[in-house]
């Protein structure tokens, strides 16, 4: 069965103090691996798309990497404005089907 | 502005009262989906549809309906809706049916009492 794993579940960091998210998958074959940002009572907001192990690619002060079993969220130098739900999600290849699979999120809180 | 609109935003209503929320996009996107999203669950899809006419479960499909009349109309039918069904709703759609990012509207507020 397809699965999506994130973690830690929250995660509270000091301004500046770079970390990373975790996205954990399992599926038939992937078609494509997607981070968004969700702040609290609004819609996600597309972030990355990575297709292949060994991809990687940057905005502002977030890098998604993509290896074959797990994605990393990387945040360099947070700043208080980067607090939110940080959601991972999957395409999977297989059955003719279409869907995506969301992870939990990760909740990130960087104080100032 | 390109867009996601789904009404309501907020929603009451008592068990077994049919309810529709509408979803509709001003992108010639493709691709729509339904999600639901629950405390410790994350995003669940509920339906999706590739095209006109054309739709398909998600993983969570059991007490709604969907039809896709129109490519830019999407909307979700709770026919006898249940507390469990209780829940934040999000329409989402996407100009491919693979790998590409999906815009979200603003979310729907349901409580079934």
């Known amino acids: 069965e397809d699965q999506v794993t994130q973690s830690p579940e929250a995660l509270r960091l000091q301004e500046g103090e770079s970390s990373s998210l975790n996205c954990s998958y399992t599926v038939s074959g992937l078609r494509g691996l997607f981070w968004y940002r969700q702040d609290p009572g609004k819609g996600p907001e597309f972030l990355f798309t990575?297709?292949?192990a060994g991809e990687e690619k940057e905005k502002e002060r977030l890098k998604a990497t993509l290896t074959k079993k797990e994605s990393f969220l990387h945040i360099t130098a947070p700043k208080p404005e980067d607090s939110a739900t940080y959601l991972c999600a999957v395409q999977a290849i297989g059955s003719g089907t279409y869907k995506y699979i969301f992870g939990t999120g990760t909740r990130l809180k960087v104080l100032a | 502005e390109a867009q996601v609109t789904q009404n309501p935003r907020y929603l009451i209503t008592v068990t077994g009262k049919k309810l529709t929320v509408t979803c509709s996009q001003n992108?010639?996107?493709?691709?729509m989906s339904w999600y639901r999203q629950d405390p410790g669950l994350g995003l669940r899809q509920i339906y999706y549809s590739m095209n006109v006419e054309v739709t398909d479960k998600g993983d969570v499909p059991e007490g709604y309906k969907v039809s896709r009349k129109e490519k830019r109309n999407f909307p979700l039918i709770l026919e006898s809706p249940s507390p469990n069904q209780t829940s934040l709703y999000f329409c989402a759609s996407s100009p491919t049916l693979i790998s590409y990012e999906q815009y979200f509207g603003p979310g729907t507020r349901l409580t079934v009492t």
């Open positions: 990575l297709y292949s």
């Open positions: 992108m010639n996107h493709e691709y």
